[in-house]
């Protein structure tokens, strides 16, 4: 089945630092990535789609400078927080979805932030 | 008001019942259903998928969905311990469309 990976599962960023999240899709391509978050005990919230090559498209309320989205190839897409703040701990998860087949999305293990 | 609401819960049932998970939406266009299981601390992974009205039946698991009423039902049967998690219906109007989730509810199978 369609594997899709994270990392690091889980970092302590201090804040004001930045902090890179990596997201790949290990055994199909994908022309397009999205990237949620989570807080406890709430849904996924999409907060950009990217796809490759191209600018990532953010939905109403996210900042484009702060959460920075970078889909290089056809198996990664990266995410980038920058100067992070406490607000921004939450549980980022990404998902890939194939270039070929049914247009279903697959999603990664997450990767648990949290900024001090 | 949401565009999918789900009950939260917390749902929690005796080893071998019968569950029923359910959501209700407000837009006609939605076309394609999904249910998503997700352990604590992990990403979701998708346990049914459904185009259009209708059932669908993958083990223990049953999909509905009835457009008509904008109602879409997972059915767990001989629920397990195993299968406690928080589940969340999700919907898109085209195979290309962007993913919109419930809240979910989470379900507790009790030993």
């Known amino acids: 089945g369609a594997v899709v990976s994270q990392h690091p599962s889980w970092v302590i960023c201090k804040s004001g630092t930045s902090v890179k999240i990596e997201c790949r899709s290990l055994d199909f391509q994908a022309t397009t990535m999205f990237w949620y978050r989570q807080f406890p005990k709430q849904s996924l919230m999409l907060m950009a789609t990217s796809n490759e090559g191209s600018k990532a498209t953010y939905e109403q309320g996210v900042e484009k400078d702060k959460f920075l989205i970078n889909h290089a190839s056809l198996t990664l897409s990266t995410l980038t927080v920058t100067s992070a703040h406490p607000e921004d701990s939450s549980f980022y998860i990404c998902s890939a979805r194939e270039v070929t087949g049914s247009g279903e999305q697959y999603f990664g293990p997450g990767t648990r932030l949290t900024v001090t | 008001q949401k565009e999918v609401e789900q009950d939260p819960g917390p749902l929690s049932v005796p080893e071998g019942a019968i569950v029923s998970l359910n959501c209700t939406y407000s837009?006609?266009?939605?076309?394609?259903f999904m249910w998503y299981r997700q352990y604590s601390r992990k990403g979701p992974e998708l346990l049914m998928y459904?185009?259009?009205?209708g059932n669908k039946e993958d083990g223990r698991f049953t999909a509905q969905v009835d457009k008509s009423s904008k109602y879409i039902s997972l059915f767990i049967r001989d629920s397990q311990p195993s299968d406690s998690a928080t589940y969340l219906c999700a919907m898109r109007k085209t195979s290309y469309d962007k993913v919109i989730f419930g809240p979910g509810t989470s379900l507790s199978v009790i030993p």
């Open positions: 837009n006609s266009a939605f076309q394609y």
């Open positions: 459904t185009y259009s009205s």
